[in-house]
C-alpha cells in the first residue's frame, strides 16, 4: 500500500488522470459486457456426459462415513478452536497466562489450576504443580491434586534426576480414591447391563529409571509397591458389585473381598525411527512381574505386552498411522489375578471409544487406524478407528466376531507429557456378532498428569 501511494505521488497529476481513466474504462467495459446474455456451452462432440466411474462411486462410501467426524471437527473443533486462537494470539493471552502461574524470572515454577471431565464419570478440580531445576540443578518436582467430595481424591508427586541425555532417575507416588470405578464382567461378551460400580483406593509408590541412548530407542525400568481395597459402592443409582453379583450377572471379581499389595517389577523397551512424529515405524514391548505379599498361599502374575506400528506423513506432519497392539495377563503362581491386575481396556488408547474399566480378561488385541494433524504451536488434532476386544487367555477364544468397534476424535496439547489437555468425542459399539449397535458416547475435556 505504501509503495502505491509513493507511485501515484511521484507520477503527479498524469499518474492520476490515467488511473481514472483506466478505472472507468474498465467499469464501462464490465457494464456492457454484463448486458450481454449468456451463451450456452455448444455440444461439440454430441456425446452424453461420462459415467461415473468405479473409484468416483467408491468415493461415497468414506465420504458417508466420516461426514459425522467432519461435522464434529469442523463445527466443534476446528471453528471455535480457531476463534479462539485467534483472540488469543491478538491479545497475547500466553504471555499474560506465563506471567499469573509461574513464577521466577526464567519461570522455573509454577502453579496452575486444572479440571477434567469424563462423560458419564465424576468430574475433578484441581492444580498441578511443578518446579525445574528444585533445590538442585537438573533436579524437577511435578505434583497433582484432585478432589471432587470427600470419597474424590487424587494426590500424586514425582521427583526427576536427569543423569545426562535424555537418562532420569524418578521416584514417584500416587493415592487415588474414587466411588465410579466400572467393572461389567469378564471377557469379550460382557454386556453393557452388567454395568456395576465400585469404590477403590489405590496407593502406588514406585523408583523409575529411563535411559535413551539414542533418538530411536528407549529403556525403562521400575520397582514399586501397589496396594488395592475396595468397597462396595452405588453411583447414581446404578447397581454395585456386590448387588450384580447377587443376581448372578457375573461370579465375584477376584481379589475384590480381599483387596491386595503387589510387590512388581516392570520393564519396557521403545523402538522410534521417527524424528518427531513424521513417517517412519514404531515398537513398544513391556513385561512386569507382580507377588501379593499380603496374601497367606501367595500369589503371582506376569504381564507383558506391546505394539507394532507404521506411520505415513503425507504432508506438514499430517500423519496417517496403522498400529496393533497386544496385552496379556498370565498367573505364574495360583490359578487366579486380581481383577484390577488383569488386562483393562477403555479410557486409552487403542479403544478409547469406551471409558475406563469397560472391559476385563486375560488377554486382549486390537487394530487401529489413525490420523493426526497440527492445529497449532500447542495444539494437535487426532481420529482414529480401532477393532478389538479382551478374550480368554493368550487369546484362546478369538474371532473376528467378537471385535467391538472404538473411534473418536479430538484435540490435544504438544507440551510436557507431565501435564497435558485433551478434548476427544469417542463412540464404542458392542460386537459385530451382535450387530456392531453402538453401546457408549464419550466426551472428555480437562488436563491429566501422566508423570
Known sequence: MRSGRKNLVRGGLAGVLALVASTAASTTSRSAHADDPKRPVPDYDGRPPAPATPGEVALWVPRVLFFPPYLV?????????????????RGNWATTLVNVFTFGPEHKAGVVPTAFLDFGMLPSVGLYFFWDDAFANANDVRAHVSYFGSSWLALALTDRVHLGGASTFSLDGAFLRRPDNLYYGEGANAPKSALSRYLADKLDVAASFVVKPSPYFSFDAHVGLRVMSFSDREFHGQPSIDEQVAAGVFAPPTGYDTGYASAYQRAGVVLDSRRKEGSGARLTAYGEHASDVRAAAGSSWFKYGGAIGGYLD???????????????????????????????????????????????????AAAKLSYSWPIWVWLSGTMHAAVGNVFDAGLRDFEPKLLRLSSGIGVHSNGSPDHRFEILFGIGTETFENGAKVESFRFVVGGTNGF
Open 73 to 89: 471437527s469442523e463445527y466443534f473443533i476446528r471453528r471455535p478452536l480457531g476463534a479462539l486462537i485467534t483472540a488469543a494470539e
Open 314 to 364: 503425507v504432508y506438514g506432519q499430517r500423519v496417517f498411522g496403522l498400529s496393533v497392539d497386544v496385552d496379556f495377563a498370565s498367573p505364574t503362581r495360583g490359578s487366579n489375578i486380581p481383577f484390577t491386575e488383569e488386562v483393562t481396556w477403555g479410557g486409552t488408547e487403542p479403544m478409547s471409544g469406551f471409558r475406563s474399566g469397560r472391559f476385563h480378561g486375560r488377554s486382549a
